[in-house]
């Protein structure tokens, strides 16, 4: 069972960085990996995702240009590098695997993907 735990969530301005990351209890090399969010009030939404070989990422229209997913499979952990956030940023952010490839994963839903972190939380508010 691959365990998954977020960090790096936090309270920042607008316009500011962060970056999350997800670390996995064992290997990440056959999964692809994929990050969420979650808004009060809203569905979960897929915001980025990244082969398993890392060859490929995926973003959303909304955060396209300000946010870049990377992967360390020698740390077994995968990044979220958020630049330029604005407000509509802030929600509850998940970190997600599955052995799929990304030709079934994406479009990105949370049905999709079979192992999940704990989530962190990001507010962008001054």
């Known amino acids: 069972q691959l365990q998954l735990v977020e960090s790096g969530g936090g309270l920042v301005q607008p316009g500011g960085s962060l970056r999350l990351s997800c670390a996995a209890s064992?290997?990440?090399?056959?999964?692809?990996k994929g990050w969420f969010r979650q808004a009060p009030g809203k569905e979960r939404e897929g915001v980025s995702c990244?082969?398993?070989?890392?060859?490929?990422?995926i973003y959303a229209d909304s955060v396209k240009g300000r946010f870049t997913i990377s992967r360390d499979n020698a740390k077994n952990t995968v990044y979220l590098q958020m630049n330029s956030l604005r407000p509509e940023d802030t929600a509850l952010y998940y970190c997600?695997?599955?052995?799929?490839?990304?030709?079934?994963?994406?479009?990105?839903?949370?049905?999709?993907?079979?192992?999940w972190g704990q989530g962190t939380q990001v507010t962008v508010s001054s």
């Open positions: 064992g290997t990440l090399d056959n999964y692809a």
């Open positions: 990244i082969s398993r070989s890392g060859g490929i990422t």
């Open positions: 997600a695997a599955d052995r799929s490839p990304l030709s079934i994963l994406v479009p990105m839903d949370r049905g999709k993907f079979r192992y």
